[in-house]
């Protein structure tokens, strides 16, 4: 049986050069048609594909190709061979985080983040947060520019530059990062299980206003954010067998 295709490209114009010298040498299907999903671009556009398929409740594997500049998340591009390196692929499930958000407003948002949920000060007060996780306050008050939840496929991104730990694929664990804390100044941060239910509530949100952010997506003037892991969308991505996110995220943690 045939493995219907479909090909995605960012606008780059790397990307969409890529993606018609695709189409002139290969068969390829509408998104909703397709077995696998081939997105070309870079970790940014990677994580837009994923969301849509979040958002049409599509359970598709995607192969990346590094178009961008990073491109931690994505394989090598190369034109040639394209069946054989499908239909060798290393599978990686991903968990998505759920974010559930409550404005001051009282408004309430449920967003889907791969990488992370981040909460960020507005305005040049610093951000005073409640820390709460299974519905037990184990932090009072948090005084940061911000703190975020990675998932171990966002471990290496903002949780990295943030100097959170790298979490390896499958530990089942969860990144709780603070940005620039000022108070307790020596916490750095815990790592905890993918069950656990993180609750941040925001202190004198009208004088200390803040946003939070799942990936890409922002909602501001938040008072409350709610955070756990949604097993119920899991996600694949496909890898060559030489160059898997695991061995990446494995040698990331010796890089300098």
């Excluded at 969409?16 to 999903?37: M, N």
């Excluded at 990144?175 to 609750?199: E, N, Q, Y």
């Amino acid at each position: 049986m045939t493995t219907r295709r479909a090909l995605l490209a960012s606008p780059t114009a790397p990307a969409r050069a890529a993606e018609t010298a695709l189409r002139e040498r290969y068969d390829w299907v509408g998104i909703e048609d397709a077995d696998i999903i081939v997105a070309l671009g870079g970790d940014g556009f990677l994580l837009q594909v994923l969301h849509v398929l979040l958002e049409r409740r599509r359970t598709v594997p995607v192969f990346g190709m590094n178009l961008g500049t990073v491109g931690f998340l994505m394989n090598e591009w190369r034109i040639e061979d394209i069946e054989h390196r499908l239909g060798r692929a290393k599978p990686f499930r991903v968990s998505p985080l759920s974010m559930t958000a409550t404005t001051m407003d009282g408004e309430v948002r449920v967003l889907p983040a791969i990488n992370e949920v981040s909460l960020l000060r507005e305005t040049r007060q610093t951000a005073k947060l409640e820390v709460s996780v299974n519905d037990r306050v184990v932090m009072p008050e948090l005084v940061c520019d911000g703190i975020l939840a990675a998932t171990p496929a966002g471990s290496t991104a903002y949780n990295l530059s943030a100097n959170g730990p790298i979490l390896p694929m499958g530990s089942a664990m969860l990144a709780l990062t603070p940005i620039s804390p000022f108070r307790p100044r020596r916490w750095r941060g815990a790592i905890l299980p993918d069950k656990a239910r993180i609750s941040l509530r925001v202190l004198e949100p009208h004088k200390r206003p803040v946003s939070a952010v799942a990936d890409q997506r922002e909602v501001r003037d938040v008072a409350r954010v709610d955070v756990a892991i949604d097993h119920v969308r899991d996600l694949t991505l496909l890898f060559d067998p030489e160059h898997a996110l695991d061995d990446r995220i494995t040698m990331e943690q010796f890089a300098g």
